[in-house]
């Protein structure tokens, strides 16, 4: 009988020969997903966060349909911020709006460290997960400090990240002050999805690749890698994303990840050659050419498959989310297809 530690996500993880690459994909459980839709109705996306049954149901619906290799916890970035009473709110179409935006280094007395008991329904989603789930792996994951920030500064989404990038250069005591905070706070969201029984875990950092090279070795990469450090010691695969990183992947994976999420700008080999030895990474079809004939996708995800033997271990997957469009059909007719491709 296998375990979870057995599972071709978490070998490819580590570098260890597998038979063909896992494949799991991010934001699979959402709007994609007609029972998603059915399920969600009536409750806000930040109620079905923090309510362990609906967490639950929502990360298993692709397991089911799609029959991926690893299950991504469903949750937000902005929980653990919400859990610690921050206001924020997920707008439809718009997302995350904070009602206080950071401006002062007396704003950051509102972020106080997290415990576990700030969010049990995590836990309990967590526990419940595991046991239905059996050998295949769940994936705990967290937004990056720098991406919390942005949202805290700005006040919500933004195209150029102006505010963020304006208080990091003008107020450095300030912003290194903020995402130290914020580094505590999501070091120990992954714990504590960690010692419930989460077999991976990934660290978001959505926005980074709107920063240079330099601006995120001197004001980002301290305080990913304190993140990543938090849960070093938990033994468990850690791997971190970024959306335009193509810059700043030897960086990414510097700061103490195991794989590098990279996306659709860049071909897997190139990137594992910017990586250097070793390297392991996750990716990378682009979201929009789901939409495609069949023919187009499957050339790609051959050639992805192929492009990712350069590295000593390749997860296979989107280059960012699901789009909510996406046909369902096609999503696991990928998945088939790369688990006929053998290494």
Request: with cysteine; net charge negative.
């Given at each position: 009988?296998?375990?979870?530690?057995?599972?071709?996500?978490?070998?490819?993880?580590?570098?260890?020969?597998?038979?063909?690459?896992?494949?799991?994909?991010?934001?699979?459980?959402?709007?994609?997903?007609?029972?998603?839709?059915?399920?969600?109705?009536?409750?806000t996306?930040?109620?079905?966060?923090?309510?362990?049954?609906?967490?639950?149901?929502?990360?298993?619906q692709?397991?089911?349909?799609?029959?991926?290799?690893?299950?991504?916890?469903?949750?937000?970035?902005?929980?653990?911020?919400?859990?610690?009473?921050?206001?924020?709110?997920?707008?439809?179409?718009?997302?995350?709006?904070?009602?206080?935006?950071?401006?002062?280094?007396?704003?950051?007395e509102?972020?106080?460290?997290?415990?576990?008991?700030?969010?049990?329904?995590?836990?309990?989603?967590?526990?419940?997960?595991?046991?239905?789930?059996?050998?295949?792996?769940?994936?705990?994951?967290?937004?990056?400090?720098?991406?919390?920030?942005?949202?805290?500064?700005?006040?919500?989404?933004?195209?150029?990240?102006?505010r963020?990038?304006?208080?990091?250069?003008?107020?450095?005591?300030?912003?290194?002050?903020?995402?130290?905070?914020?580094?505590?706070?999501?070091?120990?969201?992954?714990?504590?999805?960690?010692?419930?029984?989460?077999?991976?875990?990934?660290?978001?950092?959505?926005?980074?690749?709107?920063?240079?090279?330099?601006?995120y070795?001197?004001?980002?990469?301290?305080?990913?890698?304190?993140?990543l450090?938090?849960?070093v010691?938990?033994?468990?695969?850690?791997?971190?994303?970024?959306?335009?990183?193509?810059?700043?992947?030897?960086?990414?994976?510097?700061?103490?990840?195991?794989?590098?999420?990279?996306?659709w700008?860049?071909?897997?080999?190139?990137?594992?050659r910017?990586?250097?030895?070793?390297?392991?990474?996750?990716?990378?079809?682009?979201?929009?050419?789901?939409?495609?004939?069949?023919?187009?996708?499957e050339?790609?995800?051959?050639?992805?498959?192929?492009?990712?033997?350069?590295?000593?271990?390749?997860?296979?997957?989107?280059?960012?989310?699901?789009?909510?469009?996406?046909?369902?059909?096609?999503?696991?007719?990928?998945?088939?297809?790369?688990?006929?491709?053998?290494?």
């Open positions: 009988m296998s375990t979870v530690s057995e599972s071709l996500l978490l070998r490819a993880a580590q570098g260890h020969a597998v038979s063909r690459p896992p494949v799991w994909f991010m934001r699979q459980a959402g709007r994609s997903l007609p029972e998603y839709r059915a399920l969600r109705l009536g409750s996306m930040l109620e079905a966060c923090q309510n362990p049954e609906l967490i639950t149901e929502i990360t298993l692709p397991v089911r349909r799609h029959r991926v290799d690893a299950a991504i916890f469903f949750s937000d970035i902005v929980v653990p911020l919400v859990a610690i009473g921050i206001d924020v709110d997920i707008v439809p179409g718009v997302g995350p709006v904070v009602a206080k935006p950071i401006r002062t280094l007396s704003d950051l509102a972020l106080r460290p997290i415990a576990g008991d700030d969010v049990p329904y995590v836990t309990q989603a967590v526990q419940s997960l595991t046991a239905e789930l059996g050998d295949v792996p769940l994936i705990g994951f967290a937004g990056a400090p720098f991406t919390l920030a942005s949202y805290l500064i700005e006040g919500g989404p933004s195209r150029d990240h102006a963020t990038k304006s208080l990091m250069h003008s107020q450095p005591e300030l912003w290194h002050a903020l995402l130290s905070r914020l580094a505590v706070i999501a070091g120990e969201f992954l714990a504590v999805q960690i010692e419930a029984g989460a077999s991976a875990v990934q660290l978001f950092d959505s926005w980074a690749g709107a920063l240079s090279a330099a601006d070795e001197e004001f980002v990469a301290p305080h990913s890698a304190a993140v450090a938090r849960v010691d938990a033994g468990v695969p850690r791997i971190h994303f970024g959306v335009g990183t193509n810059e700043i992947l030897r960086q990414m994976r510097a700061v103490g990840a195991d794989v590098v999420g990279v996306d700008r860049i071909p897997l080999d190139e990137a594992v910017r990586l250097g030895p070793g390297a392991v990474v996750q990716g990378n079809l682009d979201p929009a050419l789901l939409f495609a004939d069949w023919p187009v996708i050339a790609a995800v051959r050639r992805i498959v192929a492009e990712g033997r350069a590295a000593d271990g390749h997860i296979f997957n989107l280059g960012h989310g699901v789009l909510p469009d996406t046909d369902p059909g096609v999503i696991t007719a990928v998945v088939d297809l790369v688990k006929s491709l053998t290494l």
